[in-house]
T-cell receptor, first 114, second 113 residues
């Protein structure tokens, strides 16, 4: 079975400061990892993914994530937060031998204050 | 805009009724996935179809069923509706090959009264 944990329900950060949204996962086999963002009354938008290769993955809107196999983590980061980054963020995982079924974390609400 | 379309946007119905949610994947995508998002259960995978065939099943109730048609659009049928079925239902699609990301539609908000 695969699972994802996002330990923080909410993260508060001031505009211009760096942000981190945490994610840890559990899968059998090598993981494929994804981050999605959801704005109010909208569907999920893909941000970035880790499949293989460089542990630091760069994605949309200046976001990046670092894959850490030993800590089974895939934390989302951004060097300088914007108020418009305020949204709900989901981490998702699937094993490379488990079809395409994604397992999502519970989501983390990011609040960026001016 | 992800290229995935879902209709209707909102649906209000009564307990015991049956509804059908419709999804059209991105052009060229063969896989369609259905997810349910609710406050208490979070975002849960329901079912996947690939080119008309059921490929994977998640936490889908027996009262729910889905199918994918030859033109690749998909329908999710929810029957004998209960109050607890009120949720956002998302459809997603992905490219035919590789571990590609899934692209999500805007969702259908179902309210069961």
């Amino acid at each position: 079975a695969q699972s994802v944990a996002q330990p923080e329900d909410q993260v508060n950060v001031a505009e211009g400061n760096p942000l981190t949204v945490k994610c840890t996962y559990s899968v059998s086999g090598n993981p494929y990892l994804f981050w999605y963002v959801q704005y109010p009354n909208r569907g999920l938008q893909f941000l970035l993914k880790y499949i293989t290769g460089d542990n630091l993955v760069k994605g949309s809107y200046g976001f990046e994530a670092e894959f850490n196999k030993s800590q089974t983590s895939f934390h989302l980061k951004k060097p300088s937060a914007l108020v418009s980054d305020s949204a709900l963020y989901f981490c998702a995982v699937r094993a490379n031998n488990a079809g395409n079924m994604l397992t999502f974390g519970g989501g983390t609400r990011l609040m960026v204050k001016p | 805009d992800s290229g995935v379309t879902q209709t209707p946007k909102h649906l209000i119905t009564a307990t015991g009724q049956r509804v059908t949610l419709r999804c059209s994947p991105r052009s060229g995508d063969l896989s369609v996935y259905w997810y349910q998002q609710s406050l208490d259960q979070g975002l849960q995978f329901l079912i996947q179809y690939y080119n008309g065939e059921e490929r994977a099943k998640g936490n889908i109730l027996e009262r729910f069923s889905a199918q994918q048609f030859p033109d690749l659009h998909s329908e999710l049928n929810l029957s004998s509706l209960e109050l607890g079925d009120s949720a956002l239902y998302f459809c997603a699609s992905s490219a035919p090959t590789g571990p590609d990301e899934q692209f999500f539609g805007p969702g259908t908000r179902l309210t069961v009264l």
